[in-house]
């Protein structure tokens, strides 16, 4: 393959986009750099994030082996104990499921998608 290409940001459906973009925003510090009902974006250093309405979302359940696969967003941290408790305090929450042991812990952000914190390094 010859030709590459730069990731320009990921973007996310939503049952609620500028809660949704609020709560990361929270997350990932950076700047709420958009915001309306239908659409909103949270930018973090070179990482952007967007937020986009679907009507009738459904957020994938965790764990179901028979569900169709999806993406979720793999986050470093410090501190695993103290980021858990900040993101649930923020609004996450944490499933029984967590297949990582000690090296990382899956967190379902206020809409429902999963993400994993994982520690740096």
Known sequence: MTITADLAMVNLDSSDPVAHAAFWQRVLGGELTHSEPEYAMVTAGAVAVGFGLVEGYRPPSW????????????????????????????????????????????????????FCICRRG
């Open 63 to 114: 764990p179901d082996e028979n569900a169709g696969k999806r993406y979720h967003l793999d986050l470093y941290v410090d501190d695993l104990a103290l980021a858990e408790k900040e993101f649930v305090a923020a609004g996450a929450t944490k499933p029984d499921f967590q297949p990582g042991g000690e090296r990382w812990v899956v967190l379902i952000d206020p809409v429902g998608q999963p």
